[in-house]
């Protein structure tokens, strides 16, 4: 699937949005001040919420994206379908390298709402993993681990 997300699509984002504005919300990050929420929706139609959480040792913090991946994978699930990511500022952040990777390994593509939030104003994009990401690290297919049979 490429291109802009359709209608349907859009209207989806915006729900995880809302869901991704609660998260910001909850974000812990003292250091930068810079507060992330994320919301990421499966096929079962489950929608995983993350924050990201600084710590005083700047490389054991975790961005809000792979917080959303690491839930949903607690909670057995394997399939995201689409996802929207708020930040500060007047045009939406986009994911860090590692988190784009990070969602690659679940799904090649899905449209994702970047969001900036500054005072009372948000400023939305919509995009596609595929377009962020367009060359994403794979292994050869006879190594990749998604296409074995789990036991």
Avoid: W
């Avoid at 079962?44 to 991946?69: D, K, L, M």
């Avoid at 394997?78 to 996802?83: C, G, I, L, S, Y």
């Avoid at 919509?126 to 994403?136: G, M, Y």
Wanted: with cysteine.
């Amino acid at each position: 699937m490429s291109g802009e997300p359709t209608r349907p699509q859009v209207d989806l984002l915006a729900a995880l949005v809302a869901e991704a504005r609660v998260a910001q919300a909850r974000a812990y990050a003292p250091y930068s001040g810079f507060h992330v929420g994320a919301a990421l929706l499966t096929k079962s139609g489950r929608v995983f919420v993350g924050c990201n959480v600084e710590n005083a040792s700047y490389p054991a913090g975790i961005c809000a994206e792979r917080t959303a991946i690491v839930s949903m994978i607690a909670a057995g699930e394997r399939d995201p379908v689409a996802m929207a990511i708020v930040t500060p500022g007047k045009r939406g952040g986009s994911p860090c390298g590692i988190c784009r990777q990070t969602l690659s390994e679940f799904a090649r593509d899905m449209p994702i709402a970047l969001v900036g939030v500054d005072g009372d104003k948000e400023a939305r994009r919509d995009t596609r993993l595929a377009a962020l990401l367009p060359d994403a690290f794979d292994f050869e297919p006879e190594h990749d681990p998604r296409s074995r049979k789990s036991p």
